[in-house]
């Protein structure tokens, strides 16, 4: 029984890392198809990036696992990718002749039943099958590690924390605390402001 809590939990672990992947691909995408990235802030964007940094150093001076060093190395690959697009698209905008609006923001639309409720169902079934495509990548991340892996258990898998790796730490903590809490709600503001 034992061994199984231990698979399940590596599992959904993988799982997790799987999710914290994903976080700035839609991102990526949605400036891409509007060849814009004039919804994103950069100042958000430039304090995540250096958030992100200081996991980085952080969880390389406390010699933590290879997956949280690579998460953290990948994580400022989007943000830099994120920003460089912006930029990019904001470039092209200027170097172009056309500044007025082509198309409406709002188009006209004469809404049905099917109309209303077609868009809600494509939604659902994209949301599942990322859902599903998470979790899949998480199982097949543990595969591979588990192809990987020592099995003979270190004598120091026990880390002394060091005081340098945790100022890091704590000071991406609160970069990201920075622009995620701006609650107007006060329960909301209670829950993750705290």
């Not at 406390?62 to 989007?78: E, F, K, S, T």
Request: hydrophobic share 45%.
């Amino acid at each position: 029984m034992q061994y199984d809590n231990v698979v399940c939990s590596e599992i959904i672990g993988f799982i997790s890392m799987a999710c914290w992947m994903i976080v700035g691909i839609p991102q990526l995408y949605e400036n891409y198809k509007r060849k814009s990235g004039d919804s994103v802030s950069l100042t958000f964007v430039y304090i995540w990036l250096l958030g992100d940094l200081f996991n980085l150093l952080g969880a390389i001076l406390q010699n933590l696992i290879l997956p949280v060093v690579l998460i953290a190395i990948y994580h400022n690959g989007i943000d830099s990718s994120i920003i460089l697009q912006i930029y990019y698209y904001r470039f092209r905008r200027n170097s172009s002749y056309f500044d007025e609006e082509i198309t409406p923001l709002q188009p006209v639309r004469i809404e049905t039943q099917t109309s209303v409720y077609r868009p809600r169902v494509n939604q659902f079934w994209k949301i599942l099958i990322g859902f599903v495509g998470v979790c899949l990548a998480g199982v097949i991340m543990y595969y591979i590690s588990t192809l990987f892996r020592n099995n003979e258990a270190s004598k120091d898998d026990q880390q002394k924390l060091e005081l340098l790796p945790q100022i890091f730490g704590w000071c991406s903590a609160m970069l990201y605390r920075k622009f995620i809490c701006r609650c107007e709600d006060p329960i909301l503001y209670c829950l993750y402001c705290m």
